[in-house]
T-cell receptor, first 113, second 115 residues
Framework: GAGVSQSPSNKVTEKGKDVELRCDPI?????LYWYRQSLGQGLEFLIY????????KSGLPSDRFSAERTGGSVSTLTIQRTQQEDSAVYLC???????????FGPGTRLTVL | GENVEQHPSTLSVQEGDSAVIKCTYS??????FPWYKQELGKGPQLIID?????GEKKDQRIAVTLNKTAKHFSLHITETQPEDSAVYFC??????????????FGKGTKLSVKP
């Protein structure tokens, strides 16, 4: 079946611009996660959605970062006024429930010039 | 909060040799320890996991061991093959009185298997 998909696969933007990254989780998965992977670093947790509950935003690095999940399915991660340090691969994952295996998408590589 | 340290950062082995990657964690309440494999241009994929009520788990050429007292866990790959070349991440997750926390990842190990 279809896995987690993300778009775009690559995004180049200028400093100060806003960007939106999209994640389509596996159908039926109630949990959705966003991670950031900087060069040579591990995965840094950003935000977690579970069903219709309020998201866990504890990993968002600043108020320039926000995310929403519409209808319990598709999610969008928005970065406002991008900075060069935002350059990274942004990974989305979904799982059936929180305690189940997380399936990752291929990521969006963001480059801020 | 939880902190996961992973070593080595790079590992090169000859095909057929074994590879061992080690991780330590700081939070004694962590009870779930997955390992992910990330190939170039792809997202991480779960290859094996272990929970704190088990000391060792095997799946064909892959095994994971857990020492709760020392707070470290290791990934063992035997009879390595070129297709094992990838970046491997360990992670830990704690249980908050029945509620799961978030996965905390190590910084990864780049494994190269030379034919």
């Amino acid at each position: 079946g279809a896995g987690v998909s993300q778009s775009p696969s690559n995004k180049v933007t200028e400093k100060g611009k806003d960007v939106e990254l999209r994640c389509d989780p596996i159908s039926g998965h109630t949990a959705l996660y966003w991670y950031r992977q900087s060069l040579g670093q591990g995965l840094e947790f950003l935000i977690y959605f579970q069903g219709n509950s309020a998201p866990d935003k504890s990993g968002l690095p600043s108020d320039r970062f926000s995310a929403e999940r519409t209808g319990g399915s598709v999610s969008t991660l928005t970065i406002q006024r991008t900075q060069q340090e935002d350059s990274a691969v942004y990974l989305c994952a979904s799982s059936l429930y929180r305690d189940n295996e997380q399936f990752f998408g291929p990521g969006t590589r963001l480059t801020v010039l | 909060g939880e902190n996961v340290e992973q070593h080595p950062s790079t590992l090169s082995v000859q095909e057929g040799d074994s590879a061992v990657i080690k991780c330590t964690y700081s939070d004694s309440a962590s009870n779930y320890f997955p390992w992910y494999k990330q190939e170039l241009g792809k997202g991480p994929q779960l290859i094996i996991d272990i929970r704190s009520n088990v000391g060792e788990k095997k799946d064909q050429r892959i095994a994971v061991t857990l020492n709760k007292t020392a707070k470290h866990f290791s990934l063992h790959i035997t009879e390595t093959q070129p297709e094992d070349s990838a970046v491997y991440f360990c992670a830990a997750r704690r249980n908050y009185g029945g509620s799961q926390g978030n996965l905390i990842f190590g910084k990864g190990t780049k494994l190269s298997v030379k034919p």
